[in-house]
T-cell receptor, first 116, second 113 residues
Framework: GAGVSQSPSNKVTEKGKDVELRCDPI?????LYWYRQRLGQGLEFLIY????????KSGLPSDRFSAERTGESVSTLTIQRTQQEDSAVYLC??????????????FGQGTRLTVV | SQKIEQNSEALNIQEGKTATLTCNYT??????LQWYRQDPGRGPVFLLL???NEKEKRKERLKVTFDTTLKQSLFHITASQPADSATYLC????????????WGLGTSLAVNP
């Protein structure tokens, strides 16, 4: 597609339920990031995928959070047993990283997650 | 540890003036630095990239400087307009094996008519 697509755009879930967030990056982009942004706060890094390298999971806040990416395509972020503090906007970004690539990140519109 | 600092206080300026935002970093040697704009309820949008061997970059009313000795980048918006009101973030990247971007928390800019 023309840009990074995230779904759903909004998700309301009950505390304790699992949620799955989806990100479709720009075709051909080798790098994919997940961030969390709470209201009025900065970007909180969660996880980074770069090609076939092992993902950088250093930002995942707990073992309730996990993410997968198959090759250079779709990624899913899963939050198990959601808590109210998980409420935030989850942003996905992709970029073309390489010697000839432009490293700027293109963001999706985000998924606004509300845990009630 | 790697750290990026941006003005934490909101910047308020009068329309027509030049806005200057600062991005300082420590414990890092970036290959490039980027500036993004974020509007409420939306993801950040890329504005400009400047590489370590560049001192200055311009794009329309935007100008970015990069001083690797001071470990600082300045982002200028000349002839500012109310439509420039947003949060501006800087991000640093390396050319090494880990290409993960490192982000500042952003500075909020309000341009008053």
């Amino acid at each position: 597609g023309a840009g990074v697509s995230q779904s759903p755009s909004n998700k309301v879930t009950e505390k304790g339920k699992d949620v799955e967030l989806r990100c479709d990056p720009i075709s051909g982009h080798t790098a994919l990031y997940w961030y969390r942004q709470r209201l009025g706060q900065g970007l909180e890094f969660l996880i980074y995928f770069q090609g076939n390298s092992a993902p950088d999971k250093s930002g995942l806040p707990s073992d309730r959070f996990s993410a997968e990416r198959t090759g250079e395509s779709v990624s899913t972020l899963t939050i198990q047993r959601t808590q109210q503090e998980d409420s935030a906007v989850y942003l996905c970004a992709s970029s073309l990283v390489g010697r000839t690539g432009k490293p700027e990140a293109f963001f999706g519109q985000g998924t606004r997650l509300t845990v009630v | 540890s790697q750290k990026i600092e941006q003005n934490s206080e909101a910047l308020n300026i009068q329309e027509g003036k030049t806005a200057t935002l600062t991005c300082n970093y420590t414990n890092y040697s970036p290959a490039y630095l980027q500036w993004y704009r974020q509007d409420p309820g939306r993801g950040p949008v890329f504005l400009l990239l400047i590489r370590e061997n560049e001192k200055e970059k311009r794009k329309e009313r935007l100008k970015v400087t990069f001083d690797t000795t001071l470990k600082q980048s300045l982002f200028h918006i000349t002839a500012s307009q109310p439509a420039d009101s947003a949060t501006y973030l800087c991000a640093l990247g390396s050319a090494g094996n880990n290409r993960k971007l490192i982000w500042g928390l952003g500075t909020s800019l309000a341009v008053n008519p």
